[in-house]
């Protein structure tokens, strides 16, 4: 227990630059209790579920995140800041995972049994960011902030946007990303190719217009009435 409690803190001091020594970790950071607890949770779930209910919801109380105790955490999770996190009763969470506030792993209401994401090894899952339903989110993978993703997610994916889409694929690891702000903008990506187009389009009919010899107007009724 108190090997994986200085694993979290070690973990909090490696990712997050505000974090000044050991014991401002202990005493400040909501995800070192919430995880502290939830482990004892997780044991007491198999033989007193009420009991261990309770828990996790003093817990939420008193650090803002609630995390299921039938969900599976892995080692060395970090959740930042922490206020409005959700991890639903079948959500599993491997290994080096970040989460940041107000992420939800939940389930969609129409599944029974297994309900809740898989989340993979070396994950980040950025603020406001929805994860809902039974399936996986791969190793290596990274959520941008605000997405709602609700099918699977393979390894080394960057989802973004509502319903969240795959915008990038890399297929070499590196260190945990931990960078937000560096995120594919699809909806901006195809308003510049439109632009493009346009440009390309303009130029074109400005060239035809020279081949036939006619000036062109700046109404499409003007250069129909020169074609003609």
Not at 197 to 212: G, K, M, N, Y
Request: hydrophobic content about 35%; overall charge positive.
């Amino acid at each position: 227990m108190f090997d994986r409690l200085r694993e979290d803190v070690q973990a909090i001091l490696d990712r997050d630059p505000a974090a000044k020594n050991f014991w401002q970790v202990v005493l400040c950071y909501p995800s070192v209790r919430a995880l502290f607890w939830h482990r004892i949770s997780y044991k007491l779930n198999r033989r007193h579920p009420l009991i261990a209910r309770w828990l996790s919801q003093r817990v939420r109380h008193k650090t803002g995140i609630e995390i299921h105790p039938g969900a599976t955490v892995g080692r060395r999770l970090f959740i930042d800041h922490g206020m409005g996190v959700v991890i639903g009763e079948t959500t599993e969470i491997g290994d080096d995972v970040t989460l940041y506030q107000d992420v939800t792993l939940g389930g969609t209401g129409k599944d029974v049994g297994k309900r809740h994401p898989t989340i993979g090894d070396h994950v980040t899952i950025g603020a406001g960011a929805k994860v809902l339903g039974p399936f996986r989110v791969g190793d290596n993978s990274k959520i941008g902030a605000g997405a709602i993703v609700l099918r699977e997610v393979p390894p080394d994916c960057t989802v973004v946007g509502n319903p969240g889409r795959i915008v990038r694929k890399k297929y070499q690891r590196v260190a945990i990303d931990l960078n937000q702000i560096d995120l594919p903008d699809p909806v901006q990506e195809r308003i510049d190719s439109l632009l493009k187009r346009i440009d390309e389009l303009e130029h074109r009919l400005e060239e035809r217009a020279r081949q036939i010899g006619c000036e062109l107007f700046d109404t499409p009724d003007r250069v129909d009435d020169a074609l003609k």
